[in-house]
Each structure stands twice: as C-alpha cells, then as structure tokens.
C-alpha cells in the first residue's frame, strides 16, 4: 500500500524541490499563529535551532491531526546572527537594515523537516549552512532590495540564493537544500529507507 505524502506548507519552493526530486505529494497548509509561537519561544530563550524544529512540528502535527495515515512534512527555517534570530523583512527598510547589518559578517541559516504519521513524530531533522557575506556598498544593497523587494519580502535575512542574492556572498558552508529551507537528502533517505520512495 502506498502511503501518502503530505507538505504542509504553502512554500513554493519547497514543493518544487519534491516535485523535482520525483516524489508524490499533496499540499495541506497548516493554519498555525508562527508569531505568537516564535515570541513565546524567544521568551523562553529557546535557541535558534529549537525554534525551527518546534515550529516544523507545530506544522506538521496540525495538519497529521487531520491526515491519518499520510507521512506529513512540516518544515521552518530561520536565520541566527549572532545569537539573534532574524525574521522574514516586514517592509523595504528592514530589509536593507539586515542586509546592512549582515554584510562582511557570517550567519547561519537553520532548516527544520519533522515527519508525522497519525499525530505522532516519526522523524526529524535540522540541516545547518554557514554563510559569510560579502561588504557590497550602500548603493548596490538599496538597489537590491528595490529591485528584489517582491521576492525577498517573503525570506528571512531578506534574500533568496537561488536570485539575485547569491550576489551578497563570499562563501557558502554546507547543503544548498537547506539554503532553499529543506533538508532534502535526508529526508529522502528517510523515505526510501522507510520504502515509501524506490531506492
């Protein structure tokens, strides 16, 4: 019996990242308050990686809670700049205020993937990437984000790698899935070795 997939997320991106790696899926967006969730976390003085993780879960169970059966993917990801978690720009200056903050300086973007199957945790992982940024001018960043705002305004840090934004940068430590906000290879070990994807 073929067990269903579920994405829980409305990130374009990441459904395109399955549909491209050949695996079968429907999307179910979870209905969940991240703001209210991230503050009381930051509250708590949660660290960056258990915010992605809990926030991939909160996804994920939501949407298992009406799934049952289907492995169900929730996925988060969040940017930790020197200990301070940097949220998805709320307009331009934001955006150029992080971009500045950020520039000549390294970051760490953390991309959390849980798998839930009849409202219970079957697996989970958070992929880490280093990034350093180059020291682009005032002007070029103003001019970035003017251009890219559409796009961007949807990203934490306030860029996109896969665009425009892979100009901000100096070098790049680790998976480039996880740049994109899944852990993609392993979780498709997961599924294979769990026989739900052909190996």
Request: proline share 4%; aromatic share 6%.
């Amino acid at each position: 019996m073929t067990v269903p997939i579920v994405l829980a997320s409305g990130s374009e991106i990441r459904a395109q990242l399955l549909r491209n790696a050949g695996v079968p899926f429907t999307v179910q967006i979870a209905r969940v308050d991240e703001d209210t969730a991230k503050r009381a976390l930051l509250a708590e003085d949660a660290a960056p990686r258990d915010i992605a993780d809990t926030l991939a879960e909160m996804k994920a169970r939501k949407v298992s809670d009406k799934s049952p059966g289907a492995m169900v993917l929730g996925c988060d990801q969040v940017l930790d700049f020197e200990g301070r978690l940097l949220s998805k720009p709320e307009t331009p200056e934001d955006a150029l205020a992080q971009l500045k903050a950020m520039r000549g300086q390294r970051h760490m973007l953390l991309s959390a993937a849980v798998v839930y199957q009849n409202g219970e945790p079957i697996w989970r992982h958070v992929g880490q990437v280093r990034l350093r940024m180059r020291m682009s001018s005032d002007a070029y960043l103003r001019d970035y984000v003017s251009r890219n705002w559409d796009s961007i305004r949807h990203a934490v840090g306030a860029y996109k790698l896969e665009e425009e934004g892979v100009r901000l940068f100096a070098t790049i430590d680790g998976d480039y899935f996880n740049v994109l906000g899944m852990p993609l290879l392993e979780l498709l070990n997961f599924l294979a070795v769990k026989g739900v994807i052909d190996q």
